[in-house]
């Protein structure tokens, strides 16, 4: 498998759940990224790890947690999520350090909808 | 003033004809540019990325930068019913890694 990949693709959660979010990247990038996207409106940042240390974390709120277990995986822990929430969320990777290989490349997404 | 802004459109062109896509950020130290591209539904997927100023061709599309003018553009050629999408304008903040500020898109509808 190439790219970027994601799963689950498509998650349904009630306020109460605990799920996670997984991404894998195998471009032998370093560096990873969670985005959300909410209709209408631009690309949130939400963390960002570089070298499995996080760089980032954009005031998020604590119900999200992210997790770099090493360089191609990345995981967002959701609990109590509220519906506003609900949101497709992107994971993205790079390979920081070198100019010309800074592009962020996504994966599918996963579309959540908290109820 | 957002940091990176982008027409929401739609921006409407016939087949054939070449569509024109703006972004103006407010960072004069930005470095990096680049144009993504969204189906409905899909994820963002890079088109092109442009660091100097001028312009850069690829196949049918062309990005334009002028720093002075923080303005950078993205001109299709030749557009297709099959361009029809949203378009990201994302700008690279200087120094520390890599992190993109995107603007809000601008929908591109190509009509035969």
């Known amino acids: 498998e190439t790219g970027v990949t994601q799963t689950p693709r498509h998650l349904v959660m009630g306020m109460t759940n605990k799920k996670s979010l997984k991404c894998e990247q195998h471009l032998g990038h370093n560096a990873m990224y969670w985005y959300k996207q909410s209709a209408k409106k631009p690309l949130e940042l939400m963390f960002v790890?570089?070298?499995?240390?996080?760089?980032e974390n954009n005031s998020v709120p604590s119900r999200f947690s992210p997790e770099c277990p090493n360089s191609s995986h990345l995981f967002l822990h959701l609990h109590t999520l509220q519906p506003e929430d609900s949101a497709l969320y992107l994971c993205a990777s790079s390979l920081s350090g070198t100019r010309n290989q800074e592009t962020q490349y996504f994966g599918p997404g996963t579309r959540l909808l908290v109820l | 003033q957002k940091e990176v802004e982008q027409n929401s459109g739609p921006l409407s062109v016939p087949e054939g004809a070449i569509a024109s896509l703006n972004c103006t950020y407010s960072d004069r130290g930005s470095q990096s540019f680049f144009w993504y591209r969204q189906y409905s539904g899909k994820s963002p997927e890079l088109i092109m990325f442009?660091?100097?100023?001028g312009d850069k061709e690829d196949g049918r599309f062309t990005a334009q930068l002028n720093k002075a003018s923080q303005y950078v553009s993205l001109l299709i050629r030749d557009s297709q019913p099959s361009d029809s999408a949203t378009y990201l304008c994302?700008?690279?903040?200087?120094?520390?890694?890599?992190?993109?500020?995107f603007g809000a898109g601008t929908r591109l509808a190509v009509h035969p």
């Open positions: 994302a700008v690279k903040r200087p120094g520390g890694y890599n992190k993109l500020i």
């Open positions: 442009i660091y100097s100023n």
């Open positions: 790890y570089s070298l499995e240390e996080r760089v």
